[in-house]
């Protein structure tokens, strides 16, 4: 009897560490990037697709898309850059625990819905008003995150 208790705790033993050797199937966000590299790689190139808006209206309902989809990529940074656990470029953690720097990322929601209903609505006027918000989302944040640190810093073309 006592042999065959052995047995059955050496099984469940066996089979618990089998399960934990599994990797989880859930996958959980991590960063891969960090901040400077998310700014760069989503927020400037998609920023930039929005404010071409205003010098030129895209003529193509696939040009409109490739705005829609910018504005999309705008408000989802929200998620990138509040996420646990990334970096910045100098290796201090982003401070996603700061009330302030939530409040920031959630005005890149707000933007990149704006901008999407202009998008979405083909709307050149509307798309070149949405961009006066999205300047100021980003510069709000750069303002005490990025450049505060800095003499006082040339805004234009700044962002
Ligand atoms: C919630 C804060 C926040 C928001 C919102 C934000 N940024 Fe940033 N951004 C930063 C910080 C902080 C850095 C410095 C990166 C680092 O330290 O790794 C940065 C860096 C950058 C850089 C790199 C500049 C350099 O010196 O190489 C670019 C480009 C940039 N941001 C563009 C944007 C654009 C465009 C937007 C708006 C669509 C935006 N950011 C919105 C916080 C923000």
Redesign the pocket.
Known sequence: MKKTMGWVFGALALAAVIVAAQPSAVFRARPVG???????SI??P???IIFDVQKKAPSTADEWATVQNAAIA?AE??NL??MPGR????G?P?PVQKAD?????R??IT??QDCYKAAAAKDQEGVTKCTDG??E??????E???DAPQPAPAKQG??
């Open positions: 960090n901040l400077k590299q998310v700014m760069w927020a400037f998609s920023s930039n705008i940074t929200a850059i509040t970096l910045r470029e100098d201090k982003v720097w939530n409040k920031y990322a005005g890149l933007a990149g999205l300047s989302a980003c510069s709000n944040c750069h005490v995150y990025r700044k962002n």
